[in-house]
């Protein structure tokens, strides 16, 4: 079994900052990919960040300049640094990897973390 368990969230000010942190654990074999998505009250889930296990990043056009997407392989970990956070924002966000195990590679999803941004 693989988890993936997210942490970082929280209430923060318009232009404050958070950092988001995933570890994945369990029987892993090899992590491809990781990324960050974020779901809005009455809003489709969207994708933040993307980062590919050769350091490849990709970014949705309006965290671009604030945000940034690291992974440190050694720990399974990935990271979202969140600055000049705006109100909109305010978003459920979700750790998203896509992991190699002894029998297959599937996709796995963190339970999410509350991001709030009071302006």
């Known amino acids: 079994q693989v988890q993936l368990v997210e942490s970082g969230g929280g209430l923060v000010q318009a232009g404050g900052s958070l950092r988001l942190s995933c570890v994945a654990s369990?029987?892993?074999?090899?992590?491809?990919?990781m990324g960050w998505y974020r779901q809005a009250p009455g809003k489709q889930r969207e994708l933040v960040a993307h980062?590919?296990?050769?350091?490849?990043?990709n970014y949705t056009n309006s965290v671009k300049g604030r945000f940034t997407i690291s992974r440190d392989n050694a720990k399974n970990t990935v990271y979202l640094q969140m600055n000049g956070l705006k109100p909109e924002d305010t978003a459920v966000y979700y750790c998203?990897?896509?992991?190699?195990?002894?029998?297959?590679?599937?996709?796995?999803w963190g339970q999410g973390t509350q991001v709030t941004v009071s302006s």
């Open positions: 369990g029987m892993i074999f090899k992590i491809h990919f």
């Open positions: 980062i590919t296990s050769g350091g490849i990043t």
């Open positions: 998203n990897a896509g992991i190699s195990g002894p029998i297959n590679r599937n996709d796995y």
